[in-house]
């Protein structure tokens, strides 16, 4: 991956805003604003008061069912990929596809309707794709390296801690490029019930009472907590995985 | 050092050495000659005790193999270097594992000459370098055994023949006993004061060579045990290829 530079940003941004232009104009509908009018109700809802505390809301939910299925499928993962039996990963492939909305009346049953249930329906989400991707990654792994640890004495930790570990790093980024788009947009269906606060009830919201301009306020306010994710990520794997960054 | 009667192991049905026997003193070297798929990476595995003979006995110091014997270290025809590791973590990794200080990876580096690319990567270096860095690895844990798996296979000749004097001038140093596996009889020779060769697999001892020349590659004794080493393996090749 080539370094980023500022104007790489502008020249992404300036396609996206020609693009949408282009779409607006020539659907020509209420249902879909100008970018001018979207943006003006973006500044509006988002320069204090509740919009910022739609948007603090939803990225505390994204932010802990992240971490939450990092803590939960990263060992799992790794425990498929390296030494998991056949019916672990049976099981793994049956339940991914499942379309985890699904059980949102027995979540909602189970864990009522607060936080708890929607960080909960984040997690379940997003939980395989994390699961999945680390244990390809653990997987991979080569023998060569494990029998060089090994031969230096090393233990079954050793090589968990030299080999594993750091060669799973990489693709434990990937999971979470994967997992913070996808847990942004599951916001949307989260937040659907019982929450005053949250992107997702704000676009949800202006939906029902036709303030398109604000709805696309709030996809808007998605696609930067979705992008910062990115940003935040891409530093971190640099930082952490410092033998990857110089390969490139 | 070591000692091995009728050593023989099997992978499933494929048998990959038969009755390999041989003793090698303490501070001597031995050289493994053969055609690929005789059998000589099984046999190094052995004797680092990371697998177990089928048949036979083999002992290393009198005792039977054992992977976590301190005084023994593979080096592997890959170098087994660990990419997200730089230079110095890699040397010191063996001492890290064993819960040893680090500086001695450190003194292991400057040994063998490469000390300032401490901070570089694996995939920074080429060839040579990163097998001395696989070679100071092994020197920091201070073996008294020291096992190679082709070590210089992947080496340029110039280089090759640079690594060869490393190899030879720390054995001048430690005294470290040596088994050195090469599919190259100049190698074998210049290097191993035993040179056994093995036959196409099953892999089984067809030459047993003493070596007076080690350490000369000008002399005439050289030259002739290079043809008779050469000849033992044509032969084995013939009678079991």
């Given at each position: 991956m080539a370094r980023r530079h500022w104007y790489h940003y502008a020249i992404a941004l300036a396609i996206m805003a020609a693009g949408w232009e282009a779409l607006a104009l020539s659907l020509h509908t209420p249902a879909f604003p100008r970018l001018a009018e979207a943006t003006r109700a973006f500044v509006e809802a988002f320069s204090g008061g509740p919009g910022l505390q739609h948007f603090y809301t939803s990225l505390y939910r994204v932010t802990l069912s992240t971490v939450i299925s990092l803590v939960v499928g990263i060992p799992w993962g790794l425990y498929l990929g390296r030494s998991g039996g056949p019916i672990g990963n049976v099981l793994v492939y049956l339940l991914h596809p499942i379309?985890?909305?699904?059980?949102?009346?027995?979540?909602?049953?189970?864990?009522?309707?607060?936080?708890?249930?929607?960080?909960?329906?984040?997690?379940?989400?997003?939980?395989?794709?994390?699961?999945?991707?680390?244990?390809?990654?653990?997987?991979?792994?080569?023998?060569?390296?494990?029998?060089?640890?090994?031969?230096?004495?090393?233990?079954?930790?050793?090589?968990?801690?030299?080999?594993?570990?750091?060669?799973s790093l990489p693709g434990i980024f990937t999971a979470l490029r994967l997992v913070t788009g996808t847990a942004v947009a599951v916001l949307f269906f989260a937040e659907t019930y019982a929450t005053k606060y949250g992107l997702g009830s704000l676009v949800?919201?202006?939906?029902?009472?036709?303030?398109?301009?604000?709805?696309?306020?709030?996809?808007?306010?998605?696609?930067?907590m979705g992008f910062g994710f990115y940003v935040l990520l891409d530093w971190a794997e640099r930082v952490i995985c410092p033998w990857a960054d110089s390969q490139r | 050092m070591i000692r091995a009667e009728s050593v023989g192991y099997s992978y499933k049905e494929t048998v990959a050495l038969r009755d390999v026997s041989f003793a090698l003193p303490a501070g001597q070297t031995l050289a493994v000659v053969g055609p690929s798929g005789c059998g000589k990476t099984t046999l190094l595995s052995l004797i680092a005790g990371l697998l177990e003979p089928a048949t036979g006995r083999l002992t290393v110091a009198g005792q039977p193999i054992n992977p976590r014997r301190p005084g023994t270290s593979l080096i592997m025809q890959d170098y087994g270097l660990l990419p997200w590791k730089t230079v110095r973590e890699n040397a010191a990794l063996g001492l890290i594992i064993r819960g040893l200080p680090r500086d001695r990876a450190d003194q292991a580096l400057a040994e063998i000459g490469i000390r300032e690319l401490g901070d570089r990567w694996p995939h920074q270096l080429s060839g040579g370098q990163r097998q001395r860095v696989a070679i100071a690895r092994s020197l920091a844990l201070d073996p008294d055994l020291l096992l190679m798996d082709e070590p210089f296979s992947a080496l340029d000749a110039l280089t090759r023949e640079e690594m060869q004097d490393t190899l030879l001038s720390i054995w001048q140093r430690h005294g470290t006993t040596m088994v050195l596996?090469?599919?190259?009889?100049?190698?074998?020779?210049?290097?191993?004061?035993?040179?056994?060769?093995?036959?196409?697999?099953?892999?089984?001892?067809?030459?047993?060579?003493?070596?007076p020349s080690v350490g000369d590659r000008r002399s005439r004794a050289y030259h002739e045990l290079v043809n008779n080493v050469r000849d033992a393996l044509e032969k084995g090749v013939a009678q079991h290829g």
């Open positions: 379309p985890k909305v699904v059980f949102l009346p027995v979540i909602i049953v189970v864990m009522g309707i607060g936080d708890t249930s929607k960080i909960f329906l984040i997690t379940l989400v997003i939980l395989f794709q994390v699961v999945v991707t680390v244990r390809d990654a653990a997987a991979g792994v080569g023998q060569g390296l494990i029998r060089s640890v090994k031969s230096l004495g090393g233990s079954e930790w050793h090589i968990f801690r030299h080999v594993i570990l750091p060669a949800w919201d202006a939906w029902s009472m036709r303030q398109y301009g604000l709805m696309f306020a709030g996809v808007m306010a998605m696609a930067l | 596996v090469t599919h190259s009889i100049t190698e074998a020779v210049y290097l191993g004061h035993q040179i056994m060769v093995l036959s196409p697999r099953p892999g089984q001892v067809v030459g047993h060579f003493q070596n």
